[in-house]
């Protein structure tokens, strides 16, 4: 669950990235995708509240990830 998390996480990074590069980013989309990734991160969070001990299973998940 938390690599999906993590995964999810990721991939709304990229899709803020690519709205804040368009000619006329849509502010509404921004929002809501920021509200999902903020989301997540609470999700996360709750799993693990300690900042420096989920940036650690994060890095494992996803060094996990990319040997899949």
Do not use: S, Y
């Not at 980013?25 to 300690?50: G, S």
């Amino acid at each position: 669950m938390i690599q999906r998390l993590i995964a999810a996480h990721r991939i709304l990074n990229r899709e803020i990235r690519r709205e804040r590069t368009r000619r006329a980013p849509d502010r509404l989309r921004l929002t809501q995708l920021k509200k999902e990734r903020l989301a997540i991160k609470d999700r996360l969070f709750r799993h693990f509240p300690d900042a420096a001990e989920m940036r650690r299973v994060a890095r494992l998940a996803l060094g996990q990830m990319r040997h899949a």
